[in-house]
């Protein structure tokens, strides 16, 4: 397996510096966060588009992903939805990154059918345009979908190869999944897999991975039973939690621990 890590621990951070900590812990690739407040978003124009690539690709690391904020169950009209989606397609492409990350974002009172409907028609129309750019769009567990048996409800209306899932390791514990269920739902849709560490249910403030509560060697566990080949992201979420500690001084201790499972789990 690959390593990787989520800009969200580094708000705001240069492409430049970003690579640097890339290149100097180890890591393979990175999921660059998609937000007006970050370097990377959907209104670069093309000639910055060209100098991001160019920068990844003499760094030798890799864009894992484009980490994007489109909520795809959410209630409305489905073409804000769309459009918003086509530019993230449109940025990973141009990027060369293979994937892109969406939210469920069903509203509390929406009901359950009606959500997995609009999420599985969004996804469904999209998913002709990631084709033909050869992206692929991830629905990751998150909010109203928050576990595997949740999102295949979407995943399985879709039926589309260019469409699949991102598990967050948090979400589906908190949704009270084991790691070998989560893994049984998501393997036929899986791109790859989010994992962090948290203090508790009630506390999820970003914790150094293995000083917490998730379980991530359950995880990497079955994911090496199963001869799975893809990426694993490092999603601290620092850009929520001030007080946490900066991500950088804790990028090459979080690497050797997921080295060090994977070397166990092999």
């Known amino acids: 397996m690959k390593l990787a890590f989520s800009t969200l621990g580094v708000p705001g ?3 430049p510096e970003v690579l640097a900590l890339a290149t100097a812990h180890g890591y393979h690739g990175v999921e660059l966060r998609a937000h007006p407040e970050e370097p ?4 670069l124009g093309p000639d910055e ?3 991001v690539a160019a920068e990844f690709k003499a760094a030798g690391i890799e864009i894992m992903g484009i980490a994007g904020y489109t909520r795809v169950a959410a209630p409305g009209d489905d073409e804000p939805v769309l459009d918003e989606l086509r530019r993230l397609l449109d940025l990973a492409h141009d990027l060369g990154a293979p994937f892109v990350r969406v939210f469920p974002g069903a509203a509390p009172d929406q009901p359950r059918d009606e959500a997995d409907a609009t999420a599985a028609r969004r996804l469904g129309t999209a998913a002709e345009h990631a084709s033909a750019l050869g992206v692929r769009i991830l629905l990751e567990t998150h909010d109203s979908h928050r576990t595997g048996a949740d999102a295949i409800r979407i995943l399985g209306r879709v039926g589309h190869r260019q ?3 991102l598990w967050d390791v948090m979400h589906t514990w908190l949704g009270g999944e084991q790691p070998s269920e989560s893994y049984a739902a998501l393997a036929p849709y899986l791109g790859y897999v989010q994992v962090k560490d948290i203090a508790s249910a009630d506390d999820t403030t970003p914790l150094p991975l293995g000083a917490g509560v998730l379980p991530l060697t359950e995880c990497v566990d079955v994911l090496c039973r199963h001869s799975w080949e893809g990426w694993l992201c490092w999603e601290y979420e620092k850009r929520w939690y001030e007080a946490a500690p900066p991500l950088p001084e804790l990028l ?3 690497r050797d621990h997921l080295a060090r499972l994977l070397t166990d789990a092999a």
């Open 13 to 15: 951070l240069p492409v």
């Open 252 to 254: 090459g201790r979080g």
């Open 163 to 165: 469409v699949g899932a």
């Open 40 to 43: 990377v978003h959907i209104g």
């Open 49 to 51: 588009r060209t100098d």
